[in-house]
């Protein structure tokens, strides 16, 4: 809170009373500049941006920018999906969370399958 609303909005005034450019930052930037960045940014790395200060967690958790990145990473969900009845950062989250689900069963599958297949000793297995 410091920083972002007290030091930064301090620095880039005294640079301008200074004459000096401004600091180089994210926040110095214009809001359509931020929003672009968190729309070129993976889903995950967007989800710990969140994280940094308020305003880039309210930019964020923007409803539309949640809504472009379920349809970017799970297009046959989202033409699927006809109304969300709770925001799409949720949906996009729990749609990730079953991904990862079938991802991990799968991938035990295959282990017990390549166990089966070699029949590895029920003592070296433990």
């Not at 410091?2 to 450019?21: F, N, T, Y």
């Amino acid at each position: 809170m410091v920083k972002d609303e007290i030091a930064l909005p301090l620095m880039i005034d005294i640079c301008a009373e200074a004459g000096l450019p401004a600091p180089l930052c994210l926040m110095t930037l214009p809001q359509e500049l931020k929003v672009q960045i968190l729309e070129a940014m993976p889903s995950v790395e967007l989800a710990k941006v969140g994280g940094v200060c308020k305003e880039l967690r309210d930019l964020a958790n923007n409803n539309e920018l949640w809504k472009h990145k379920f349809a970017e990473e799970f297009s046959q969900e989202f033409f699927r999906t006809r109304e969300v009845v709770e925001t799409w950062r949720v949906a996009f989250r729990r749609q990730w969370e079953r991904k990862k689900k079938q991802q991990r069963q799968k991938l035990v599958e295959k282990e017990r399958r390549i166990q089966k297949h070699l029949q590895i000793p029920e003592w070296f297995r433990a």
